[in-house]
């Protein structure tokens, strides 16, 4: 009875600490306020294109997104205090959207100055400059071929015309498989130095 008392205990314990580990920053950098997803929409409200952040979220949310597009920009001329709020209402809206399409769970917008690791910021780095140098000294060697062709694959998806949603839903599939893959292979290595 002791036994299967401790067994329990431990089980337990290994889930929540599982649970707290695993709840940090692994593929969250989408719900961060400098994340891609906020960034799409904060240009689409500059330039009043939609376009530019449906790409982040599924056809199916579409018309969730446009709505909420069309109340911000409604809303945001009425004074400084309204814009900001309806603009925290919009960049909450697709965060939220996006990551139920991701399956993965929506826990509010992440502030400015959240700790990625140092994966995710030289991973987004490296898209810009258009050279994975810097990310492939994080990983050894032998991971080299499979970060460099996934790295490869995102930056030709990255060339699509901006009101091409279609095409642009194919670069945000291929940048998260990119930005998964990394961040996980990091993580891997970070369990294996552990042990």
Known sequence: MKQRMKVRILSTTVVLLGSLFFSGNVFAHCDTMAGPVVNAAQEALRTRNVNLVLIWVHENDEAEV???????????????????????????????LHRV????????????GTDLGPVIPLADKSLAAGSADELLKLFPAAAHAN??????????????KSDDVQAGRVYVKAYITFMHYVEELHEHKAEETKI
């Open 66 to 96: 446009e709505k909420s597009f069309r109340q911000t920009l409604a809303v945001r001329r009425l004074n400084r205090q309204a814009r900001e709020l309806a603009d925290k209402y919009f960049f909450e809206t697709v965060v939220r």
């Open 101 to 112: 399409a991701e399956g993965e769970p929506y826990t509010g917008l992440k502030p400015l």
């Open 147 to 160: 970060i460099q062709a996934r790295f490869q694959e995102t930056l030709k998806r990255r060339q699509f």
